[in-house]
Nanobody, 118 residues
Framework: QVQLVESGGGLVQVGGSLRLSCTAS????????MAWYRQAPGAHRDLVAT???????NYVDSVKGRFTISRDNAKNTVYLQMNSLRPQDTAVYFC????????????WGQGTQVTVSS
């Protein structure tokens, strides 16, 4: 079965940048849409950005112009470049992937903490 492994979180000052990575590994199944979600303490898990296997992207309004999602299909890896970070970006960031051909299923990464300090 496919698993997602994330990396790249950490502590950064306001206005700084971080790059998150998430690699899908395992059974070799087709990885379709990939996405990043985030969850702040006491809040719901919210969608941040999505990218299809063809490279089409979508962003939540609060990160447009600051975050960029991209992927390397050969490596089954999705990235989230985060610039101009704000304290309200502080959250655990989760990678998500929709996997399969005839029947799709969803998988999640373990999450990586991003903390933006003022």
């Amino acid at each position: 079965q496919v698993q997602l492994v994330e990396s790249g979180g950490g502590l950064v000052q306001v206005g700084g940048s971080l790059r998150l990575s998430c690699t899908a590994s395992g059974s070799g199944e087709r990885v379709n849409r990939m996405a990043w979600y985030r969850q702040a303490p006491g809040a719901h898990r919210d969608l941040v950005a999505t990218i299809t296997s063809g490279g089409s992207t979508n962003y939540v309004d609060s990160v447009k112009g600051r975050f960029t999602i991209s992927r390397d299909n050969a490596k089954n890896t999705v990235y989230l470049q985060m610039n101009s970070l704000r304290p309200q970006d502080t959250a655990v960031y989760f990678c998500h992937a929709r996997v399969g051909v005839v029947v799709e299923y969803d998988i999640w990464g373990q999450g990586t903490q991003v903390t933006v300090s003022s």
